[in-house]
């Protein structure tokens, strides 16, 4: 069993910068990927960035790459987004979300464990 809880939400002008960060306990935290995901009212819930067990490889959705980095810490059992030249279009419920496997899926179906989210807002 995995627990996920994320942080470091909140408002932020267009072009700012935030950073979440999502703390995990329960199952070896080294042992499975780990993504980002976000949901705008009334949309799906997309894939933003993932990162491999190990954190050597990444994958970012098209639309944030270069502006988005994800990282980890597998001895703090932790996993960060670095948001940079925020847009509208980026405000979103954030989840964090915990892979059945090692390799960096952009594929909700490939995450088993979610934490509870986190609201991003960018006003213009």
């Known amino acids: 069993q995995v627990q996920l809880v994320e942080s470091g939400g909140g408002l932020v002008q267009a072009g700012g910068s935030l950073r979440l960060s999502c703390a995990a306990s329960?199952?070896?935290?080294?042992?499975?990927?780990m993504g980002w995901f976000r949901q705008a009212p009334g949309k799906e819930r997309d894939f933003v960035a993932a990162i491999s067990a190990s954190g050597g490889s990444t994958r970012y959705a098209d639309s944030v790459k270069g502006r988005f980095t994800i990282s980890r810490d597998n001895a703090k059992k932790t996993v960060g987004l670095q948001m940079n030249n925020l847009k509208p279009e980026d405000m979103a419920v954030y989840y964090c979300a915990g892979a059945t496997a090692g390799w960096p899926s952009p594929y909700r179906s490939n995450y088993g464990y979610w934490g509870q989210g986190t609201q991003v807002t960018v006003s213009t």
């Open positions: 329960g199952r070896t935290f080294g042992s499975y990927a």
